[in-house]
């Protein structure tokens, strides 16, 4: 006798390169927590689009909080722990990944403390960009007075509509002028070569993860937004190391024979999404697997496009790292934003558009200043906008979102 159970085919498939990138990420983390016990190399804090590849060329290993956020996300872990940072005066309307890293920290609580040869990472220098927002900066600066270590940052300017060489230059500076400090606390001598060789990989790497969300674009799609989520974090957390690229390149394989086979990431694709903002990072799975039963896949997303960076260049290793994280999603003007998001929509063959109005993180929430209605008069494309968190679910409503959800994607069937 059959058991009925083990015949259930799954309404979205499984990726199978996923334990090799949990490999990936076990021995990223392996390192760090190592350094942690040995006391070297020394450990930087980075913000996710800071200047990584610096920070690996001048010796440390790189811990990036925020990855620590969306895994307190996506552990659920986070909204019992926000209220420990409220309690010490970070408000509940700041981003939630600074307020569950932080009752983490107040808590000793961490989902890393089940991972093999756990360390506690403390920082020998914190690093932010602000291209994203504020609150990394507010985040690193709360470390700063527990840890009493160095601080460095660089301040870009935000709202551009065209990223100039003006732009450029302020943010290049900043980075240049991070160079000595560092290489201080490293005891490392500054290698120019070795600076350009981490740009290098870096480029690769974007290109790769570029190359990966663009299979999306096949019909049906092999990957889905909510696997494009966990899959992305090599490309985050392991810029300027070749063991990203390795991993996409495995991945890609895998995407390329689906992409051939004509396997899609769900079963029978019908419609055809593009996600605005955030993850709601506790609800990957239920999201996936209810967009699935709705015989649709999200293909797309801001989110997942934003560690998508074309301007690295190893013949202009400063400079150029500069514009990359410059001209990121985040830091454009809505003009630009939208022109962008109407080449995505075409790439991707999009059917409707879903905003995620996350309530603590107006950085990543492109509704509120008009943007769906001006996309839907230009692509004619329907939206709706969800309310909900990165990781504070009690901003989240699962019965509203299933019942918007399900009502929209009637809409596009009638369509
Ligand atoms: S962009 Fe949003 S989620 Fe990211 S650090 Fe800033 S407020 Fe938090």
């Given at each position: 006798m059959t058991d009925a159970k083990t015949e259930e085919k799954p309404l979205v498939r499984k990726i199978e390169s996923r334990r090799a990138m949990a490999k990936a990420m076990g021995e990223y983390f392996g390192e760090?927590?190592?350094?942690?016990?040995?006391?070297?190399?020394?450990?930087?804090?980075?913000?996710?689009?800071g200047p990584a590849e610096l920070l690996v060329a001048c010796g440390f290993r790189v811990y990036f909080p925020e990855n620590h956020g969306a895994m307190l996300g996506a552990t659920r872990m986070a909204t019992d722990l926000i209220p420990l940072a409220n309690a010490v005066g970070y408000s509940p309307e700041i981003c939630s990944y600074l307020t569950s890293d932080v009752g983490s920290f107040l808590k000793g609580e961490t989902p890393m403390a089940k991972m093999p040869?756990?360390?506690?990472?403390?920082?020998?220098?914190?690093?932010?960009?602000?291209?994203?927002?504020?609150?990394?900066?507010?985040?690193?600066?709360?470390?700063?007075?527990?840890f009493d270590v160095p601080m460095y940052g660089v301040n870009t300017p935000v709202n551009i509509t065209e990223v100039t060489e003006d732009h450029v230059d302020v943010a290049a500076k900043q980075i240049e002028a991070m160079v000595e400090?560092?290489?201080?606390?490293?005891?490392?001598?500054?290698?120019?070569?070795?600076?350009?060789?981490?740009?290098s990989l870096s480029r690769e790497l974007s290109e790769k993860w570029k190359t990966v969300l663009e299979t999306a674009s096949a019909v049906p799609s092999p990957i889905n937004f909510f696997d494009s989520t966990i899959h992305m974090g090599p490309a985050v957390v392991m810029r300027g190391s070749t063991r990203a690229i390795d991993y996409y390149n495995l991945l890609l394989e895998e995407l390329n024979t689906c992409i051939e086979t004509g396997t899609g990431s769900i079963e029978d694709e019908k419609y055809r999404i593009y996600w605005d903002g955030m993850p709601i990072w506790g609800k990957l799975k239920s999201h996936s697997e209810h967009f699935a039963s709705l015989k649709t896949c999200v293909v797309a997303s801001t989110y997942c496009n934003s560690w998508i960076f074309d301007a690295f260049d190893a013949d202009d290793p400063f400079?150029?790292?500069?514009?990359?994280?410059?001209?990121?999603?985040?830091?454009?003007?809505?003009?630009?934003?939208?022109?962008?998001?109407?080449?995505?929509?075409?790439?991707?063959?999009?059917?409707g558009i879903i905003y995620h109005?996350?309530?603590?993180?107006?950085?990543?929430?492109?509704?509120?200043?008009?943007?769906?209605?001006r996309l839907q008069k230009d692509s004619g494309l329907p939206y709706?906008?969800?309310?909900?968190?990165?990781?504070d679910m009690r901003c989240y409503s699962e019965e509203q979102t299933r019942t918007n959800i399900e009502a929209f994607i009637e809409q596009l069937a009638e369509k």
């Open positions: 760090i927590f190592e350094a942690a016990r040995e006391g070297s190399p020394k450990i930087a804090w980075c913000t996710s689009v040869g756990y360390e506690f990472p403390k920082p020998d220098v914190l690093i932010y960009n602000t291209n994203q927002c504020r609150d990394v900066k507010d985040w690193m600066s709360y470390y700063q007075k527990h400090p560092l290489c201080e606390i490293t005891g490392v001598k500054f290698d120019y070569d070795l600076f350009k060789e981490k740009v400079k150029s790292m500069a514009r990359a994280y410059t001209e990121l999603f985040i830091v454009r003007s809505d003009a630009w934003k939208e022109t962008y998001m109407q080449r995505m929509f075409d790439l991707y063959k999009i059917d109005d996350a309530k603590t993180c107006p950085a990543n929430s492109n509704n509120r200043y008009g943007m769906p209605d709706i906008i969800i309310q909900g968190d990165l990781n």
